[in-house]
């Protein structure tokens, strides 16, 4: 994502902070799928996530009140466990608001979408 270090001028070294959070701290799931779940959630990259999380990763980045029971317990009979599906989600809904935000901005500086 383009302007992911600055997507809101005042609020960068915040937005900084928050992503490195998420994709830098120690956790279930490697930094590298964090950060390909948040890339591919914000609308650019994340080729390297298996299919089924792709899957949940796409319906929490476009449809998340569309989540189910089902669709968790899938995934943790896939053997992703509740840690690992936690920080997947995380890391989609940030993408998927850092996408947004980027977006926005651009539409107010009046750039077309790529």
Excluded at 56 to 81: E, F, I, M, N, P
Excluded at 83 to 90: K, Q, R
């Amino acid at each position: 994502m383009g302007t992911m270090e600055d997507p809101g001028g005042r609020y960068a070294a915040y937005t900084a902070r928050l992503v490195d959070g998420v994709l830098a701290a120690p956790g279930e799931t490697p930094g590298a799928l964090r950060r390909a779940v948040l890339e591919r959630a914000g609308g650019s990259g994340g080729k390297d996530i298996p299919p089924a999380l792709a899957a949940y990763v796409d319906k929490v980045a476009r449809h998340a009140y569309k989540v189910t029971d089902d669709d968790l317990a899938a995934l943790q009979r896939a053997g992703h466990s509740d840690d690992a599906l936690f920080e997947v989600t995380v890391a989609a809904a940030l993408g998927a608001a850092l996408g947004r935000l980027e977006r926005g901005l651009a539409a107010l500086r009046g750039e077309e979408p790529d």
